[in-house]
């Protein structure tokens, strides 16, 4: 892939990944855009390494999971949920409150949980795509999806 066609993809999926970094993150924009930043450069570092153009997003994504998760690595990068409940600041609020809940929940999950879930729902991945992304088995997906949407409910029916 030359250099204008990989331009032309990430202008065209740009939000689909930082949206999925956002909701990976919790609601975290300025760490999901850190993220997404970090995976567009990774990205632009092996886009020869794609053979075919029409799995573009797929493979984006990814590396954008894989960059999530080895941030999750570094703890200094990282303050706890509840470090973070109190620093909010009306100044800096936005329309992410609005699924603070749901973040909150999201963030109890297990990494592979709440990737699982996020193409799921909110990409609309099937499970054989989601298995490529996680790089895990079909059956190992729908485990973790079906064990995702069972915590989850758990957690939301307990946060209202």
């Not at 990430?10 to 993150?25: D, G, M, S, Y």
């Not at 493979?59 to 200094?76: D, H, K, V």
């Not at 909110?122 to 995702?148: C, F, P, W």
Request: proline share 1%.
């Amino acid at each position: 892939m030359d250099r204008q066609r990989f331009t032309t993809q990430i202008e065209r999926h740009q939000k689909t990944v930082r949206r999925f970094l956002t909701a990976l993150c919790c609601g975290d924009g300025a760490l999901a855009d850190d993220l997404a930043q970090d995976t567009f450069v990774k990205a632009y570092m092996k886009c020869g390494d794609l053979r075919e153009e029409g799995k573009f997003l797929a493979w984006i994504y990814r590396i954008a999971y894989n960059t999530y998760i080895g941030s999750r690595r570094n703890p200094f990068r990282f303050a706890s949920i509840e470090t973070a409940e109190n620093e909010r600041s009306v100044e800096y609020a936005d329309s992410a409150f609005e699924y603070q809940d749901l973040y909150r929940c999201l963030n109890r999950l297990s990494e592979k949980e709440r990737c699982a879930i996020l193409l799921y729902y909110m990409q609309g991945y099937s499970i054989n795509e989601i298995s490529v992304v996680t790089d895990s088995t079909a059956d190992a997906v729908k485990q973790l999806l079906s064990r995702g949407r069972r915590h989850l409910k758990e957690l939301l029916d307990n946060a209202l």
